[in-house]
């Protein structure tokens, strides 16, 4: 591999001798003829390559760079990328396990604020060690540049997935993912730790199908010296924080996150959040003053149980909803054991014999009252509260 410390220009005419594109008399006779241009400028005027084979040797330059920048990585392709960081696939040289590793991009490096939530998210997820919530393998420095090596999700996340099948998913797949989240969210509860940033694109699919909860940036932990935000200081994202957090009155736990949780079920049932707006400002505004709407209204095709479910998630007051993810998990496992036949869009009525139509309706009516039974039965009992302050 060649040393990263070489001039670009330098570097480039190497990898074209390297490749055979040019010969060592030709570098030479390039090096004393540059005026002021650069070599890939110069190779394409004077005639000696193709513009597309000089774009495809600065291409692989960089990658070039970039492997050499990640020690005992190599760097397979870009998954994606934001104003504050880059992630890339990756595979161990020595393990060949693929791996996702995560850039702190040059425009945040100096962002003090976000290195330090970068090193929380590095942090909690390390400490949470589940399988339901994005494991971190490790944090790093190199060559200035600060990075984190997560497990790879090939799945993708929930809002892409969403987006991909026409805008929102189907009840059983929302249930499995949102049970999966439930329980991710118990572990991080047991570490002491608040999510806060629950939503549709911090949720990821692994190869089989299971939900992950990523990004632990946010994170709160309530042990006495945790001060990255304070009092008053709002942060999470529009139209999934609870109203608690979205006032920014610093008392929120867990339950913050169960109402986070209904948010996202909401929006991957009917294709947009329980509140909208034309600004995040307004999304804001308009989650503190409202309650959250009926869920049917927007997706007539959801069972009534997973209605119930969702809109309690949403009770503006924390009292109101589920008081632990552990609740939250019980209640969607339920559903889906007592009601084996999910609803989704409804088929035309005439593609159904009417004798059919009434048999499923009188099912339907029998399954979710008997759910009905074993939820009152389960939740109504005195619990103890998740609140920590």
Known sequence: MMDICMDKDAALLELARKRRLLSAEQIERLSGHRRGRSAAVMLVEDGFLDAQVVRALRRDLQQEVVNHAFDGYELTSKLGSGGMSVVFKATDVVSRRVVAIKVVSPK???????????????????????????????????????????????GGDTQALAERLGGH??????????????????????????????????IFL????????????????????????????????PGYMAPEQAGGSGTTDIRSDIYSLGATMFHLLA???????????????????????PMRQFAPWVSPGMAVIVQRCLARKPEERYQLPGDLRLALLDLRDAVPVVHTRPISGKKRRTGRRRSFSMRVVVQVTSWAKRVVGRFFQPRASARNG
């Open 108 to 154: 945040a490096s100096g962002d003090q604020v976000f290195l330090d939530h970068f090193q929380r998210e590095a942090r909690s997820a390390a400490a949470v060690v589940h399988p339901h919530v994005i494991a971190c393998h490790g944090l790093g420095e190199t060559r200035g540049k600060v990075y984190m090596v997560l497990e790879y999700m090939a």
């Open 271 to 293: 294709g947009r959040g329980p509140f909208v707006g034309r600004s995040p400002l307004e999304i804001i505004v308009n989650g503190l003053r409202h309650d959250a709407p």
């Open 169 to 202: 998913l189907d009840e059983k797949h929302v249930l499995e993912i949102a049970a999966d989240c439930a329980s991710g969210l118990e572990a991080i509860h047991a570490h002491g730790m608040v999510h806060r940033d629950i939503k549709p694109s911090n």
């Open 206 to 237: 692994d190869e089989h199908g299971r939900a992950k909860v990523a990004d632990l940036g946010l994170a709160k932990s309530h042990a006495p010296n945790d001060q990255l935000t304070l009092p008053g200081m709002r942060v999470g994202s």
